[in-house]
């Protein structure tokens, strides 16, 4: 009621654009005050609302049935639909009888490499509340500013990274039935192990963000776990420190999995703006968007993750090694960001409609 009473009372536009999910009652209020305003719907397809509710009910019970009813039924009502991966396109074609033109995701501008500064800055800030930032030794002399993994120098202000500094691995998460963060802790252990046997091989620290349902049960899972040399922490981040962190970090991990099988994970899209190489587990349409030993690599389990570790953090920082030529093949595909797609891609369709 809340949305349509918002779309009645407000001047009429020439389309309504509508995300998917959540699209629940959403789909069908949009397209009845398209109807009556004379406004076109359009729906932007980035999974199937059903297939979410699939996870906590099971794909066979009346909730989950009724809603995939209803999104196949008003979705066809659109106007004009876009989606983010080619097989969804093709599944939305071949199932529900919608036609719809793949645009896929691209990072806002504000996605990018981190310079060094802006880097020490953060971790000084992180370091006040999140002790895997804060400094393992005291610098010589005591105005030296030392994080973790950089230190400011009194005298000229100049920054540089630590030469024996932990690795930084990041991972963003809204802590749900789709991502299963055991195949992570696993690899960790099994990366740790490898330490404490003697390869060349760094500290960790495994920065995990984001908020959900499952976050209080992994963070118990995490506190059971007898760490030596990575460490794990979960912050909450202030929204202009997410990009900072992820164009700070030397690898990023996923674990979405997507319930439809038919979606890309954002948080890739937003890590790659940041040209930082990727670890991602492996699912239907990931090849879409993680290109095997060109932008990062795909993992089935805990212990490829684990051996893909081994082999991009060996002899870290390595300027020869994987993970530099995987960064330098981001830096190299020159990306388009989001608005950059819109009006090359979204603005021209949206104009024939």
């Known amino acids: 009621m809340y949305l349509l009473w918002k779309l009645m009372w407000r001047e009429p536009g020439d389309y309504i654009f509508l995300q ?16 009556l305003c004379g406004s076109k719907l359009v729906i932007d397809w980035h999974n199937y609302g059903y297939s ?23 979705g066809r009502l659109s106007h004009l639909n876009l989606c983010v991966t080619n097989a969804m396109r093709e599944d939305l074609a071949e199932n529900w009888r919608i036609r719809a033109v793949t645009v896929y995701d691209k ?49 000229s202000g100049l920054v540089t990274r630590l030469r024996e500094r932990p690795a930084l691995l990041v991972s963003s998460t809204s802590w749900t039935e789709d991502e299963d963060f055991s195949i992570l802790l ?15 091989l ?25 760490f030596q040399r990575v460490q794990v922490c979960t912050p909450w981040l202030e929204a202009e420190d997410y990009p900072l962190l992820l164009g700070s970090a030397d690898l990023g991990v996923c674990l979405h999995t997507s319930s439809s099988g038919l979606d890309l994970p954002m948080k890739v899209v937003d890590m790659f703006g940041c040209c930082l190489p990727v670890c991602a587990v492996n699912f239907k349409c990931l090849h879409e968007l993680v290109k095997h030993e060109e932008n990062g690599l795909v993992f089935e389990d805990s212990e490829e993750l684990a051996a893909q570790l081994q082999m991009l953090f060996s002899n870290f920082p390595d300027p020869a090694g994987k993970l530099n030529q995987f960064r330098k093949n981001l830096r190299e595909s020159e990306q388009l960001r989001w608005d950059e797609s819109w009006v090359q891609t979204v603005l021209p369709l949206v104009m024939d409609t």
């Open 20 to 35: 998917n999910p959540p699209g629940l009652p959403s789909i069908a209020v949009c397209w009845f005050v398209g109807c």
């Open 186 to 200: 696993a690899a960790l252990e099994k990366f740790e192990q490898l330490i404490l046997d003697g390869h060349n």
């Open 52 to 74: 979410i509710m699939g996870l906590v009910h099971g794909p066979s019970h009346p909730l989950v049935l009724l809603a995939k009813w209803y999104e196949r039924f008003f």
């Open 107 to 155: 990072p806002a501008s504000f996605f990018k490499e981190t310079p060094l500064d802006l880097q020490h800055r953060l971790f000084m800030k992180l370091g006040r509340t999140h002790s895997p930032f804060r400094a393992r030794s005291e610098p010589e002399d005591p105005a030296t500013e030392r994080s973790a993994f950089t230190e400011r120098y009194a005298g």
């Open 202 to 226: 760094p500290s960790l620290v495994c920065v995990i963000t984001g908020k959900g349902p499952l976050r209080e049960y992994y963070g118990r899972l995490i506190q059971q776990k007898c």
